[in-house]
C-alpha cells in the first residue's frame, strides 16, 4: 500500500526529503539531458503504464516520479507529448469520479482475494488527490507560459509540424478546469470521511481556482468559465468553506477589475444550484462591515466592489434586497464609488426584485415599505455633495423610467427633481438630468401629446362629470349601465387619445359627449391620472427657459443634449418647444463641431426628412419672421444641405410653386419666404435661380412687391446671386431690370423703413450685375439729387447749414434729403468696394500672365538662363514696380471718390463739404433727428473712404458719439468708429480714450455696441489694449445681463491669446478699479471673475509678488482690503505660499484691519486643504505669525488712539489755564476754546470728575455759564457734550469775574 500524498506548496517540494511518512519524489528524471527520440519514448511509456495497469498505478514510486520529472519540465515538452500526457492523465480521473460512486455500493467485507474496501478507499483517495494535483499544476504552468507567450509560440510550430496532433491547449484546460470541478460534486464524503473533507485537498483546489481567475483572457472562455465559478461555489457552499473563499473572493476583487462579474456570476450560480445563499450572504456583510475610509483609500478597490454588487444585485435581486440593510450606512462614506454603486443596486432592486407578488399580505407589505425607502434613498442622493453620484442616480431613474418601475404618484417629483439638476453646477449631471427628461417624455404614461390647453380641456370635462355622479351614485362599486362595464379598459385609453387632441378640435368639439367609464372608482383614478399628467405637462413645458440657456452653454454635451430633449419636447407638442428650437440656429456658427453637427442633424429631422411640400412648407415657416442673426444661421444650413443633397430638387420645385403662387392660398409673405430660401440655397448652387429669371423679375418687382414690401430686397439678392452665366445674359438683355432697379431707388415708391434695406442690396445688385455700374451710379446719384432739390413744401429744412455751397437753395424736404444722402454714400462705398474687386482681378490676370510666360520660357530657354533672366528682373524691381503702378493706381482711384483728382472734383466729391456742414449744424439736427441718422451714417462712410476727409471731421463724430440725444445716432457713431479704427488705425489711436469712453454711455444699445466694437478689434490685434481697459472691466457688472455677458465673453477669448494678456493688465485694472467709484461687491464680482481667467501655476506666483508690493504704495484702507481679497482670491501652489511668506514685511502694517486679517485667514484655510503634511507645519507657523502680528498691531493702534486722545485733552486744559491767566483780554477766545473743544471718541471708556480738575478751573467753571459735560456714548467711546450758551450769560460771566478780580487786588 503506497504511503498517502499531501499536496506540498510548491512542485518541487516534493523532491525534499520530509519526516513525515508520504508520497515523496526518489528519482526524478533530468528532461532537458534527454534527447527527444528518448523524451518521446517516456512519455509513451508513462502514457502505456497509465492506461494498461489499474487506475491507482499513478501511486507506484517509479510512475509517480517520471509523471513527476514531465510535468515539472512540461514546457520543455512538444505540443504532441503534451497532448499525450494530458490526455492519460484526464482520462485516468474521467474513469475515476465514477469508481467513487461504486465504493458505496461494495460489501464492508471483501471477499477472499480481493482489496479490502479500507484500502480501496485510501487508493481511490490518494489517486484523486495525485491526478488532481499534476492536472491543476499543468494548468497552472500553461497559463503562465502563454501569458509570456512562448508556449503559444511552440504551439503554432508544432500545429504546422505535425498536423495529426491537434494540441488545443483552450479546449483540454476547459475539459480539465471541468473534470475538477465534476470531482468536486462527487459525493466526496466515502474519500474523506463523514466529517469535512480534506482541508489541504481543498485548499489546494480553491488556490488554483482563484489564481485561474486572475487570468483575464482565461475568463473570456465561456466553459472555463462556468467551471471555475463551479469549482469556487462548491467549495464555498457544499463544502462549508465560506469564510475562507469569502476573503479569497474579496482580494481578488480589490486587485482585479476584470474578476468583479465573473465572481459574482459564480455566487449567483451557486446559490441557484445549491439552493443556498450563505456565500452571497457573507459578501455582502463582509462589505459592509468593512471601514468606509478604507475605500477612499482604494478608489479601484472600491470601484470593484462596485461592479459586484451591481451583478450581484441583477442576478440575485431577491436575495441582496434581504440584505442590502446592511451596505445602506456607507451612504455616510466619504468614497463617491460606493455611493455610485449602491444606488446603481437600489436601481436595480426596486426594478426586479419586486416583481412577483407572491406571499401573504403582511410579506407583501413589509416589502412594499422595503421597495419605498429604496425610492425615498434614491431620491434624497439626487442631492448628494457628489456630483458622479448625482449624475448616477439620475441615470438609474432614467433606467426605472426604461423598465416602467416608476409610479404614476412618483413620477412627477421624479420630473421635478430633473429640472431642478438642469442647473447644476456640475456638466455631466446636467447631460443625465437631460437624458432623464428625454427617457420620462418617450416613456410617460400620459399620452402622445402633452399639451396643456388639452389637458385641461379633458380633466374640466371629466370632473365635472365627477361630480354628477358623487351624489347619485349610491355604490361605488356599481356600474351606472350594462355596456359601460364591458367598456372600461377601452374607454380608459380613449380618454388619454381625447385629451391629445388638437386644440381646434377640443373648439369644434366643445358641446360633444364624453366617453362614459365605468363606475365612480375608475373616474376618480382617471382624473388623477389627468391631473398627473397636466402637471408633468406644466413641469416640462416651464422648462423651456432654462433650456434656451443650456443652448448658450460652454459645455457641448449641454447643448447636443439640450437640443435632442427639444426635440422630444417637439414631438410630445409641448408648448413653447417650436419656438425655442429656433434659437438653435445660430449655434451653426459654433468652432464646435459635434454642436454643429447635432444642429444640421436636428433641423434635417424636424424639417427636412419630409415629403417636397411638405419640406417646403417647413423652411417657409422658420424663415418667415425669423430674425437677421437666424436668417443668416438657416443660410449656412440650407446651403450646406443643398451641397450635401439633403434637400432634393422636389423641394426646390416646391418652393418655386410657392413663388409663383401655383400653389392655392399663398400669400405675398410666403412668396417671398420661398425666394428667400432659394437665395439660400443658390449660395452653394447658382444654377437654381437661372432657370426662373423672368419670374423673379416681374414677381419680385411687380404689384406684389407694393404688398411685400421686402420682396423686392429679395429679389435683389437673387439676382446678385446670379452665376456668371445669367449675369452675362442679364447684361444684354437686362435694360428693362436696370430700369427697375434705378427706379425702384430713386423713385421712391417703397415705404421709408423698408426702401433703405431695399435700396442697399438694390446699389449692390447694380455694381454686381451692371457692365459699367460707375457711369449708372452717377445717373442713379443725378436723378436722386434732381428729385430732392426740385421739390418744395412738406417737412423742409433751411438751408443754414450750407449757404456758401447751395445758396441758390431755400428749402428742401428732409426725408427726401436724407434718402439722396443715403443713396450718395452708399454708391461712394460700393465704388471702392468695386475698386478694390477690380484691382483683385487685374493682379489674379497678372498672375496668371507671369505664369504661362514662365512656363513658355522653361519650354523655349535653358532652366538656367531662365533663372538668371528672373534675377536680373528681380534685382532691377521690374515686378514690383509693376505691383506699385498697380497700387498707386487704386490709392488714387479711392481717392477721387471724395477728394477728387488734382484739378476738380467729382460728383460725391461735391456732396461731401455739403455733408460736412450739413452735420457740423446740430441744432438744426437736433430738429430732425431722422436726417440727422442719414447724414450721419453718410458722413461716416464717407470718412471710411477717405482718410483726409475723416481727419477733418474725426472731432465731429466723436463729438456727434457723445452729446447728440439720439441713441440711435449714437449707436451707428460708436459702429462706424470700430470701421475706422481698422481702416485708419494711425488716425484713431490718439482718440482710444474717447472710445473707451462709449462704454460709459447711459443707453444700453451704445453701451453693448461700444463693448462689441473694442472686443472685434483688441481680439483681432486691430487696437492694442490700453490703460482704459478697466471701462471694459466694469462692464462684467453691468445691470444689462447682455452687456455683462459680452464683457466676460471678452475676457474670456483674451485670456486664450499668447500667455494670457489678463495677467499682465490685472494689476493696472486693480489699480484703476480701487480708484474708482464702485460698490464692493461689484468690485469683488469683477477681480474674482478676472483671477478665475487665470490658470498657470507660474502666473499666479508672479501675481502673488505684485499685489504684495503694491501694499507698500498705498496708505487707504480700503486699497488695502481691495488687494487682500484679490489675493484671497489667487490658487496657491507651495511656491506661492512661500512667496507670500517672503514678502511679510510687504503687507505686515496692514494686518492690524480685521478685514484685511480675514482675507489672509482665508488664504491660511484655502492651503490646508490640499497642502502636503510636510508642508503643514509650515503653514501652522505662518498662520500663527499673522495672528501675533494682527494682535501686537491692534493693540499698538488702540495705544496711539488713547495716546492722542490723552494728549488733546491735557492740551485742551494747558489752554484753558493759559486763558484764564491771560485776564480778560482773552475771555473771548476762553469762550471760543470751551464751545470748540472735541475729545476724541476714541479716548475709551474714561470719565473726568471735576475734583480731578485745578481749583481755578473749577472756580471758572463755576462763574461761567459755560459747561463741558463728559458722558459715555458707547462701550469704548467717550462724547464731549457742550451745549449752547448764550451771549448774555457770557457777558455776565466776564462781568463777575473782572469784578472778583478787582476785589482781590484791592484786598492785597
Known amino acids: 500500500m503506497a504511503p498517502p500524498f499531501f499536496f506540498p506548496s510548491d512542485l518541487k517540494d516534493l523532491e525534499e526529503e520530509s519526516d513525515e511518512h508520504c508520497l515523496r519524489v526518489e528519482s526524478a528524471v533530468q528532461i532537458s539531458s534527454l534527447r527527444p527520440a528518448e523524451l518521446e519514448e517516456l512519455v509513451k511509456g508513462v502514457a502505456f503504464d497509465l492506461s494498461d495497469k489499474e487506475l491507482f498505478c499513478i501511486e507506484e514510486q517509479d510512475l509517480f516520479d517520471r509523471i513527476y520529472s514531465l510535468v515539472r519540465d512540461f514546457s520543455r515538452l512538444s505540443p504532441s507529448l503534451k497532448f499525450n ?11 475515476l469520479l465514477p469508481n467513487v460512486d461504486s465504493l458505496s455500493r461494495a460489501p464492508e467485507q471483501a471477499p477472499c482475494g480481493e482489496t479490502p474496501i479500507a484500502e480501496r478507499i485510501t487508493s481511490h483517495r490518494n489517486a484523486l488527490k495525485i491526478y488532481s494535483f499534476f492536472l491543476l499544476t499543468i494548468a497552472l504552468k500553461e497559463e503562465s507560459s502563454n501569458e509570456t507567450g512562448g508556449s503559444s509560440k511552440v504551439a503554432v510550430q508544432g500545429r504546422r509540424k505535425n498536423p495529426g496532433y491537434s494540441w488545443n491547449w483552450e479546449v483540454q484546460r476547459s475539459r480539465i478546469v471541468n473534470l475538477i470541478a465534476n470531482s468536486l460534486e462527487i459525493n466526496l464524503s466515502l474519500l474523506f470521511g463523514s466529517t469535512e473533507t480534506d482541508e489541504n485537498y481543498l485548499s489546494f483546489i480553491s488556490k488554483c481556482g482563484f489564481a485561474l481567475y486572475e487570468n483575464q483572457n482565461l475568463l473570456k472562455d465561456e466553459d472555463t468559465r462556468n467551471a471555475l465559478g463551479r469549482i469556487i461555489g462548491t467549495i464555498a457552499t457544499k463544502h462549508h468553506r465560506i469564510d475562507q473563499t469569502c476573503v479569497s473572493i474579496l482580494n481578488l476583487i480589490h486587485k482585479f477589475d476584470f474578476a468583479a462579474p465573473h465572481i459574482a456570476e459564480a455566487v449567483a450560480a451557486a446559490e441557484k444550484k445549491f439552493g443556498d445563499g450563505s456565500l452571497a450572504v457573507a459578501l455582502i456583510r463582509e462589505i459592509g462591515r468593512t471601514d468606509p475610509k478604507d475605500y477612499v483609500r482604494d478608489g479601484v478597490g472600491a470601484e470593484n466592489v462596485g461592479r459586484f454588487l451591481i451583478e450581484m444585485a441583477h442576478l440575485s435581486p431577491k436575495l441582496v434586497s434581504t ?21 446603481a443596486v437600489l436601481g436595480k432592486l426596486v426594478a426586479l426584485a419586486y416583481r412577483d407578488v407572491e406571499g401573504d399580505m403582511s410579506s407583501k407589505a413589509l416589502r412594499l415599505r422595503g421597495k419605498q425607502a429604496m425610492l425615498e434613498i434614491l431620491i434624497e442622493r439626487c442631492r448628494d455633495v457628489s456630483a458622479y453620484t448625482r449624475s448616477r442616480v439620475l441615470q438609474v431613474w432614467a433606467e426605472l423610467c426604461e423598465q416602467n418601475s416608476v409610479s404614476i404618484g412618483l413620477w412627477n417629483e421624479v420630473a421635478s427633481i430633473a429640472s431642478g439638476r438642469l442647473g447644476d453646477k456640475s456638466a455631466m449631471v446636467r447631460k443625465s438630468a437631460l437624458n432623464l427628461l428625454i427617457t420620462m417624455l418617450q416613456h410617460n404614461p400620459f399620452g402622445p401629446q402633452l399639451r396643456i390647453a388639452a389637458f385641461e380641456a379633458t380633466l374640466e370635462k371629466y370632473k365635472e362629470k365627477l361630480h354628477g355622479m358623487e351624489p347619485s351614485c349610491p355604490s361605488e362599486d356599481a356600474p351606472k349601465d350594462d355596456a359601460e362595464t364591458g367598456e372600461v379598459v377601452e374607454e380608459q385609453q380613449e380618454s388619454v387619445s381625447d385629451s391629445c387632441l388638437p386644440c381646434s378640435e377640443e373648439q369644434k368639439e366643445s358641446n360633444a359627449t364624453i366617453p362614459d367609464i365605468g363606475n365612480l372608482e375608475q373616474i376618480r383614478a382617471l382624473v388623477a391620472s389627468l391631473e398627473a399628467g397636466l402637471r408633468f405637462s406644466r413641469c416640462i413645458t416651464s422648462l423651456m427657459p432654462t433650456l434656451v440657456q443650456l443652448l448658450a452653454s460652454s459645455s457641448a454635451t449641454d447643448v447636443e443634449n439640450t437640443i435632442l430633449l427639444l426635440m422630444r419636447c417637439r414631438q410630445f407638442q409641448i408648448d413653447g418647444s417650436e419656438e425655442c428650437l429656433r434659437r438653435m440656429l445660430p449655434l451653426v456658427f459654433s468652432q464646435d463641431k ?40 438657416l443660410e449656412c444650413l440650407i446651403s450646406s444641405l443643398v451641397s450635401k443633397g439633403e434637400i432634393s430638387s422636389s423641394t426646390i420645385s416646391a418652393l418655386w410653386d410657392f413663388f409663383s403662387f401655383n400653389v392655392n392660398g399663398v400669400v405675398a409673405v410666403q412668396s417671398r419666404g420661398a425666394l428667400s430660401i432659394l437665395c439660400m440655397a443658390a449660395k452653394s448652387s447658382p444654377s437654381i435661380l437661372g432657370a426662373h429669371l423672368q419670374d423673379i423679375i416681374d414677381i419680385g418687382f411687380g404689384r406684389w412687391a407694393k404688398e411685400e414690401p421686402l420682396l423686392a430686397r429679395t429679389a435683389c439678392v437673387a439676382l446678385e446671386r446670379l452665376s456668371e452665366e445669367d449675369k452675362e445674359k442679364l447684361r444684354s438683355t437686362g435694360s ?166 488734382s484739378v476738380e472734383k467729382y460728383l460725391i466729391g461735391y456732396c461731401a463739404p455739403f455733408l460736412s456742414k450739413l452735420c457740423r449744424n446740430l441744432n438744426l439736427m437736433q430738429k430732425f433727428p431722422q436726417l440727422q441718422a442719414s447724414a450721419m451714417l453718410a458722413l461716416c462712410r ?25 441713441e440711435t445716432v449714437r449707436s451707428n457713431c460708436t459702429v462706424a468708429l470700430g470701421d475706422l479704427a481698422v481702416r485708419f ?88 478699479l480701487c480708484n474708482q467709484n464702485l460698490k464692493e461687491e461689484s468690485f469683488c464680482n469683477i477681480m474674482q471673475f478676472l483671477i478665475s481667467s487665470i490658470k498657470k501655476d507660474r502666473q499666479m506666483e508672479a501675481l502673488v509678488e505684485k499685489l504684495c508690493n503694491r501694499f507698500t504704495g498705498v496708505t487707504d484702507v480700503r486699497q488695502w482690503e481691495y488687494i487682500a481679497y484679490c489675493l484671497s482670491q489667487l490658487s496657491f501652489s507651495e511656491k506661492g ?21 480675514n482675507h489672509f485667514r482665508s488664504i491660511i484655510a484655502k492651503c490646508k486643504k490640499f497642502a502636503k503634511p510636510e508642508f503643514k507645519a509650515c503653514i501652522e507657523e505662518f498662520d500663527e505669525k499673522l495672528s501675533k502680528i494682527h494682535m501686537e498691531r491692534k493693540d499698538q493702534e488702540i495705544t496711539a488712539r488713547n495716546a492722542l486722545a490723552h494728549q488733546q485733552k491735557i492740551g485742551t486744559l494747558e489752554g484753558l489755564l493759559m486763558n484764564d491767566r491771560g485776564g480778560g483780554n482773552n475771555n473771548e477766545n476762553l469762550s471760543e476754546d470751551e464751545t470748540d473743544g472735541v475729545v476724541n471718541p476714541s479716548m475709551g471708556r474714561k470719565i473726568i470728575k471735576k475734583e480731578n480738575l485745578p481749583d481755578m478751573n473749577d472756580t471758572r467753571s463755576e462763574q461761567s455759564c459755560v459747561s463741558s459735560v463728559v458722558t459715555e456714548a458707547e462701550a469704548d467711546d467717550m462724547e464731549v457734550q457742550s451745549p449752547k450758551t448764550s451771549r448774555k450769560g457770557i457777558l455776565k460771566s466776564r462781568t463777575k469775574k473782572s469784578r472778583g478780580l478787582a476785589t482781590a487786588r484791592s484786598h492785597r
Not at 447635432?598 to 419672421?625: C, D, H, Q, W
Open 85 to 95: 500526457l494530458v490526455e492519460t492523465l484526464r482520462s485516468n480521473l474521467s474513469v
Open 323 to 343: 440584505n442590502v440593510g446592511v451596505l445602506v450606512p456607507h451612504f455616510g462614506g466619504d468614497s463617491y464609488k460606493i455611493r455610485n454603486a449602491l444606488v
Open 594 to 633: 459635434s454642436i454643429y453637427e447635432a444642429v444640421e442633424n436636428a433641423f434635417i429631422t424636424i424639417y427636412i426628412r419630409k415629403s417636397p411640400m411638405e419640406t417646403a412648407k417647413n423652411l417657409l415657416s422658420v424663415a418667415i419672421g425669423s430674425s437677421i442673426g437666424d436668417l443668416a444661421a
Open 736 to 901: 428693362r431690370v436696370f430700369g427697375i432697379l434705378q427706379s425702384l431707388i430713386t423713385d421712391f415708391w417703397l415705404p421709408e423703413n423698408i426702401w433703405y434695406a431695399a435700396a442697399d442690396k438694390a446699389i449692390s445688385t447694380i455694381y454686381s450685375v451692371h457692365p459699367t455700374p460707375e457711369i449708372f451710379a452717377v445717373n442713379v446719384v443725378k436723378r436722386s439729387l434732381s428729385s430732392v432739390f426740385s421739390c418744395k413744401g412738406g417737412d423742409e429744412v433751411s438751408n443754414g447749414a450750407g449757404e456758401e455751397s447751395i445758396n441758390f437753395l431755400s428749402t428742401m424736404p428732409a426725408a427726401k434729403l436724407g434718402r439722396f444722402l443715403f443713396i450718395t454714400s452708399h454708391i461712394a462705398l460700393n465704388q471702392l468696394v468695386y475698386i478694390e474687386s477690380c484691382i483683385r482681378k487685374i493682379t489674379k490676370q497678372k498672375g496668371k500672365k507671369e505664369k504661362l510666360d514662365s512656363l513658355s520660357e522653361a519650354v523655349h530657354v535653358h532652366p538656367t538662363e531662365a533663372t538668371e533672366v528672373q534675377g536680373i528682373n528681380d534685382e532691377l524691381g521690374l515686378g514690383a514696380s509693376v505691383d506699385a503702378l498697380i497700387d498707386s493706381l487704386a490709392e488714387r482711384a479711392e481717392r477721387e471718390i471724395v477728394s477728387g483728382g
Open 942 to 966: 464717407l470718412m471710411i473712404i477717405d482718410s483726409h476727409f475723416c481727419e477733418a471731421n474725426l472731432q465731429l463724430l466723436f463729438t456727434v458719439a457723445e452729446s447728440t440725444p439720439s
Open 985 to 1072: 488705425p494711425n488716425l484713431l489711436e490718439p482718440w482710444t480714450e474717447y472710445m473707451y469712453a462709449r462704454l460709459q454711455d447711459p443707453s444700453v444699445s451704445v453701451r453693448k455696441n461700444a463693448v462689441l466694437v473694442l472686443s472685434h478689434l483688441i481680439l483681432n490685434d486691430m487696437m492694442k489694449v490700453k490703460g482704459y481697459i478697466n471701462e471694459m472691466a466694469v462692464c462684467i457688472e453691468d445691470a444689462d445681463e447682455r452687456i455683462s455677458s459680452l464683457a466676460k465673453l471678452f475676457f474670456h477669448e483674451l485670456s486664450k491669446k499668447g500667455s494670457n494678456p489678463i495677467y499682465n493688465l490685472l494689476p493696472d485694472i486693480l489699480g484703476r
Open 1137 to 1157: 505660499l512661500k512667496k507670500l511668506i517672503e514678502y511679510f514685511k510687504a503687507y505686515e502694517h496692514t494686518l492690524s484691519e480685521e478685514s484685511v486679517m
